[in-house]
């Protein structure tokens, strides 16, 4: 295993307790989902560690500014990080790092996002999203502590790609069209079957469309946020889309990682949707997005015929009944009040650039 990437914040406080903190391992940790779940169990207290293959270390940088300026906000301080520089596909790193360390739970959010680059390299989309899990979970089975870590696999609501079901929910047939969602298919099968065979606590948390201030620009609402900020600034005069047609169940990452962790709470390891059940389109999003700094959409807006997707279903939203019954977790934060907090953040970093 490479050296590992540490960073540590300790308690100014030195706040003492006599209650042993459970420890997570977070794949993925520099990424939007993976750094706010890292506040999330640094905040209740976890010992967390995280993978990266960053080693010019800019995704690093960037989750440290993160803790700091939240730590500061809301008046905690996390108790301890250790980030590590690990190659997710080494069979041998990853095996050494959970026989390693005493973990009580593992989540898995790393992985390649991009539908389109999935069509150019399908054989990169799969080993990103299936072999990495596929190491996890047999390093896991085959520690000393395989009956007491518990294991959450990021899965997605692509594996439903072709469904003519409306809502979708948790009993919906996977119909995946594309690489991507036939790699994460691959893994969320793959984790059932773990679980079945071998009775390790491993679940699949199928996550609708979710974003955040933090969701970069090579995702399109990030694109959109991007534009948004910079026409209003007088830096951009227009933005191009390609389908500006779909509709999607959009939530707030922030809401949806709490998801995650709930799910692990729970008594028994179990699948769950993780949406919002509302249908929203994209020309809801770029509606609210020019609202925000009071333009019009339809003034900067063009369609390029040919930056749209290889596959792009019209509509997909998830029927989230079954874990707000189970887990009592629903998404609290609205709609416009996500679009809303991604402009003006992004309208924030542009000023301080």
Not at 82 to 91: F, P, V
Not at 136 to 150: D, F, P, Q, W
């Amino acid at each position: 295993m490479r050296s590992s990437l540490c960073q540590t914040f300790k308690n100014n406080e030195s706040l003492q307790s006599n209650i042993v903190a459970k420890t997570a391992l977070i794949t993925g940790i520099t990424g939007q989902d993976g750094s706010y779940l890292c506040e999330l169990l640094l905040n209740k207290g976890y010992d967390v560690h995280g993978w990266t293959r960053d080693s010019k270390g800019s995704g690093l940088s960037s989750l440290l500014r993160i803790l700091k300026r939240k730590s500061r906000a809301a008046r905690f301080v996390p108790s301890q990080i250790q980030l590590h520089q690990i190659d997710n596909l080494s069979s041998q790193e990853v095996e050494k790092f959970i026989h390693k360390y005493e973990l009580d739970e593992v989540y898995n959010l790393a992985g390649q996002s991009s539908v389109a680059w999935s069509f150019e390299h399908p054989r990169e989309t799969f080993d990103a999203n299936f072999s990495t899990v596929q190491l996890l979970l047999e390093a896991i089975r085959t520690s000393n502590a395989s009956s007491s870590i518990k294991f959450f696999q990021a899965s997605t609501a692509a594996i439903f790609e072709a469904s003519k079901e409306t809502p979708q929910n948790e009993k919906t047939i996977a119909s995946p069209l594309s690489p991507y969602a036939l790699s994460k298919l691959a893994a969320h099968n793959l984790v059932i079957k773990y679980r079945e065979d071998f009775g390790m606590f491993s679940c699949n948390g199928i996550l609708y469309n979710h974003e955040s201030p933090r969701r970069p620009n090579s995702f399109v609402t990030g694109k959109i946020v991007e534009a948004v900020a910079r026409i209003a600034l007088g830096q951009q005069c227009e933005l191009q889309l390609g389908n500006i047609d779909v509709a999607r169940d959009w939530g707030f990452a922030g809401d949806y990682v709490k998801a995650m962790w709930g799910m692990l709470q729970n008594d028994t390891p179990e699948d769950f949707i993780i949406a919002t059940g509302q249908l929203r389109t994209l020309e809801d999003f770029l509606n609210i997005a020019f609202r925000t700094v009071g333009l019009d959409w339809q003034d900067y807006v063009t369609v390029d015929e040919n930056i749209k997707r290889p596959v792009d279903p019209p509509q997909l939203v998830g029927d989230p009944a079954l874990i707000r019954k189970k887990l009592h977790w629903r998404s609290m934060t609205t709609f416009e009040e996500m679009i809303e907090s991604m402009v003006k953040q992004k309208l924030n970093d542009i000023r301080r650039e």
